[in-house]
């Protein structure tokens, strides 16, 4: 198998599972080295296992919990540089539902959750990981993003505000590089059987429904060199 990422370094966030999971296993199949970021230490440790099952070369692990610890992804960029002398990719994959209720009943707990994950946390990375993959050969970024933040929904609201923040800031920052090698998309994977999948539909049958690993591919294929998209929003229907 040829390695298009090989020398190169990731950063994954959302990395113990899921599609975030998924994607460290298959950015390791084309070469590169992950670093790997989440909650929970054991799943992280368990992408790891998959990653060198694969072939892979063992990741570097990093537990962070985004609500709790957000300033330290300030730190992330340089730190990875520091440690690995490059970043090459980016693909940020962590994302919380916090609850489905409508939008009057939101509460401040739940709201303070998903702003900080899923758009205060993409803010600090791109604040701390441009410098490095504007200095790669060919920076590549992936946020991950959902239908539901151009698409408004009932009860969706407090989830779809944050994503759709998210695009927002990323399509920015797009347009910003531009004129640079780097390289920024937005990923709408689709109905996937993740858990925050199941707890948004837990009447769903999760087998009927597109694994994680099935839409990695699609994912790592937007980081390779040859990429030469920038601001769009790919899924895999489109790919």
């Known amino acids: 198998m040829t390695q298009p990422l090989a020398g190169s370094v990731a950063l994954v966030t959302g990395a ?6 998924a994607v460290a296993v298959e950015l390791a199949r084309l070469g590169a080295h992950c670093v790997l970021t989440a909650r929970s230490q054991g799943g992280l440790e368990e ?11 063992a990741a570097t ?17 340089p730190s990875i540089v520091e440690r690995f ?13 916090a609850k489905l209720t409508p939008v009057a009943h939101i509460q401040p707990r739940d709201w303070q959750e998903a702003v900080a994950v899923n758009l205060s946390a993409c803010w600090r990375l791109i ?3 441009d410098p490095p993959l504007r200095a790669a050969p060919a920076g590549r970024a992936v946020v991950l993003t ?28 797009a347009a910003e590089t531009a004129r640079t090698p780097l390289r920024v998309s937005l990923f709408d994977p689709g109905p996937v059987a993740t858990q925050l999948r199941a707890v948004a539909m837990p009447g769903e049958d999760p087998a009927k429904l597109r694994q994680p690993a099935e839409v990695a591919p699609a994912i790592a294929a937007l980081c390779v060199p040859e990429e030469a998209r920038r601001g769009a929003t790919c899924c895999v229907n489109r790919l």
């Open 127 to 129: 604040r701390s990981c």
């Open 16 to 21: 113990s599972r899921g599609i975030g999971a």
């Open 61 to 77: 692990l990093l537990p962070l919990d985004l609500t709790k610890q957000a300033e330290k992804l300030d730190m992330l960029g």
């Open 85 to 97: 002398g490059r970043l090459d990719v980016l693909v940020h994959a962590a994302g919380v539902l």
């Open 47 to 57: 992408t790891d296992d998959a990653i060198r099952a694969a072939g892979g070369r």
């Open 146 to 173: 959902d239908a539901v933040a151009t698409e408004p929904r009932a009860y969706w609201g407090l989830y779809g505000a944050g994503k759709a923040g998210q695009e927002h800031l990323v399509r920015a920052w």
